[in-house]
């Protein structure tokens, strides 16, 4: 569509105290369901701007990726944060990480010294067990364990949400999502542990371009999220 508006600035929320809006020539923008889009820190209100700013005579909607994650955390994790919160959680239960080759296979190993790190780390800081499996039969984790995940999920707003949803659903793992919205967290390591099997299969057979494309776009869905979590924090 032909742009529509010659300046992009941020401004405090009038309405809602400690909250940011982005105005396209003095009028501030609402999300696709209608609602005002506010978010809670500058960063966040200046990188939503940046997209807006970046559009030339025409507007691309496709380009404007993090206002439709930031839209989404509006108009839907916002709309019901505990049916939100109950999508989220099963990835945790049938977590990649948690699901490995037999002992005797080579590719355990390489996930035993991938996987377990983060497994570990993830159940030091949160004081939980999680079940390990050779096969694909699901086998619970411990309910305490899951009502800790629950309660941290709880914790956080619901841009945050939205990130750690979208961060699940790429790495079918809950705990690769909870950590990759650390400050420190390494994404590029994040995402090989997610992707782990399939580069397994890439060194057997090897890698189809296809496929490759699909997980670079993949990757850049998973960078969009750790970053909308990162402005999401950063004042």
């Not at 941020?10 to 309405?15: C, F, G, V």
């Not at 997980?215 to 950063?234: K, Q, V």
Request: net charge negative.
């Amino acid at each position: 569509m032909k742009r529509f508006y010659k300046e992009v600035t941020t401004a405090p929320d009038a309405e809602a105290e400690g909250h940011w809006r982005v105005l396209l020539d003095g009028r501030p923008i609402r999300t696709a369901g209608g609602r005002p889009q506010r978010v809670p820190t500058s960063a966040m209100a200046e990188a939503l701007a940046a997209e807006w700013a970046a559009q030339g005579d025409e507007v691309d909607p496709r380009s404007l990726v993090l206002r439709d994650l930031t839209d989404f955390a509006i108009d839907a994790i916002g709309a019901d944060r505990e049916a939100a919160i109950a999508g989220i959680l099963p990835y945790a239960e049938t977590d990649t990480l948690c699901y490995r080759a037999d002992p005797d296979e080579a590719l355990y190993k390489r996930q035993l010294a991938v996987w377990e790190p983060v497994l570990e780390t993830l159940e030091t800081r949160l004081g939980v067990t999680f079940s390990r499996v050779s096969g694909i039969v699901h086998r619970p984790h411990p309910e305490q364990t899951l009502a800790r995940l629950r309660a941290e999920l709880d914790a956080h707003d619901i841009y945050t949400l939205a990130a750690l949803r979208m961060l699940a659903s790429l790495a079918a793992s809950l705990v690769i999502a909870l950590e990759a919205i650390r400050p420190d967290a390494d994404a590029e390591a994040l995402w090989r542990a997610a992707n782990l099997e399939e580069d397994w299969q890439v060194e057997l057979w090897g890698e189809d371009a296809e496929a490759a494309a699909n997980r670079a776009a993949r990757f850049e869905g998973f960078s969009l999220a750790m970053r909308m979590a990162a402005l999401a924090r950063t004042a």
